[in-house]
């Protein structure tokens, strides 16, 4: 990431510095991540793209290449401005990553290859010089990778160097010098540093224990602490026994002792009581440690002028991830600390405030919209419990009108009946009367059966629909006695229970007291 002032200010220590950049990429340029080639040896790879990602400290400076697709493997490599080879000189490689996913299992690590790659067959198995950077499996495989190749073969540094983990920029630099001693760096910050040879354990130790040398007779291993001989046991030491009879206590007057057998006092703590002496630890006098052979010079050592020189010709991606989102950023490769230093100042160092105050905004952003979805569901899911309970209440109301009115149309009927039964009897008479009369010749106007037809067929759809409306009520009617019934019958049942229960302890009782009187 790269701003128009990074770069005047980048170009101005280039020209200054005097060391060299191998180097140099912080895609600035819209065309610059086609120097970043796929390779042909797989068909699955994510794809990469330029981004400055949700949030970013400014919109120029913060873009870099992103992986762009979740759960791939990503192999694509860029050629240096010029081969590299560090023999005799400060060979630097820093970088900026942002794991803005939040990360949970995914490299960000550059591997440094010779000039010898083909990068149409560039895979994981490719030989390479240094492989550098944060890697993240998890909460507890975490660690910053800083793996050398020596004679054919990469060894990772034996220190872990645990990487940053969060959603923000940081800066990773690894740094050897001619002298073979290094620095690893993050975010400007010595996170470990020493000799190579003190760190990756590729060649035979300088010193060996003599292997002819014997512990001396007379050498005194152990124990560390003896008994002090001089220490006595104090005359008044009480070392048992550690309870007694309570002196305080009394037999009880009422105690048999046929009946309760003899009578003891119980014990309580003996107060004198000190626990078991012994003699206090003092060192040994005569102890020298754990014996060691001496250290005599490694015949099979010798140094190695070649240790941690490395030829580069390629910078590569050759890594996994779960989650898309990476952002790699500012790759230098140079032989010169204070231009790497200066270049990372002008180009992450500076813009570290602005990131977090743009992250900060997006996080009360996404805080906001989350709470707002959160109130949204809790006030729909209100609104829907208490239509529900409107509605509930509603048909409990509906049912306990319907019963009363079928209830009082019972009562109703009830006193009718002497009544009902004599308009029954008078509407027989009628009818018989009615049929006789439709023995006679009748003759009727057409326009008269005409309404007549009309006026039976409005009939029988209002006494259909007054049928249907009465069957739905004698269903409720139904359903709410029944229910009643049930109640009743289980209300009886449980009566009948506590009867039978209570009969049953009377019987007992009885049982009980006929046992007394017989005994």
Known sequence: MRCSFALTAVAALAGAALGRVYYEETFSDSDSIDGFKATEARSDLGSIKLSAGKWYSDAENSVGLQLAEDARFYAYTAKLQRPFNTKGKDFVVQFTVKYEQDIDCGGAYLKLLPPTLDPAKFDGESPYEVMFGPDICGSTNRRVHAIINYNGTGSQIDKVVPPRGDQLTHQYTFWVRPDKTFEIRIDNKVQEEGKVEDFWKVLPDKQIPDPDAKKPDDWVDGPAMIEDPEDK???????????????????PEDWDDDMDGDWEAPAIANPDFKGEWKPRMIKNPEYQGEWTAPLVDNPDYEEDEDLAVFNIGYV???????????????????????YASQFGNSTWADYVEKEVEAKKLVDEEEAKKLEEERSAREAERKAREEKEKAEEKDEADEDADELDEDEDAESKAEKAQP?????????????????????????????????????????????????????????????????????????????????????????????????????
Not at 316 to 327: H, P, Q
Not at 470 to 487: N, V, Y
């Open 233 to 251: 046991k104090p005359d008044d030491w009480v070392d048992g026994p550690e309870t007694i009879p309570d002196p305080d206590a009394k037999q």
């Open 419 to 519: 009544a009902q039964d004599a308009d029954e009897a008078q509407e027989a008479e009628e009818k018989d009367e009615e049929e006789e009369e439709e023995e006679k010749p009748i003759v009727e106007k057409d326009e008269v059966v005409e309404d007549e037809e009309k006026s039976v067929v409005e009939e029988d759809a209002e006494a259909a629909e007054k049928q249907a409306k009465a069957d739905k009520k004698a269903a409720k009617r139904a359903a709410a006695k029944k229910a009643a019934e049930k109640a009743r019958l289980a209300a009886e049942a449980a009566q009948k229970a506590a009867e039978e229960a209570e009969l049953d302890e009377l019987d007992d009782e009885d049982d009980e007291k006929v046992v007394h009187d017989e005994l």
């Open 316 to 338: 590569g991606l050759d890594i996994w991830t779960v989650k898309s989102g990476t952002i790699f950023d500012n790759i230098l490769i140079t032989d010169d600390i204070d």
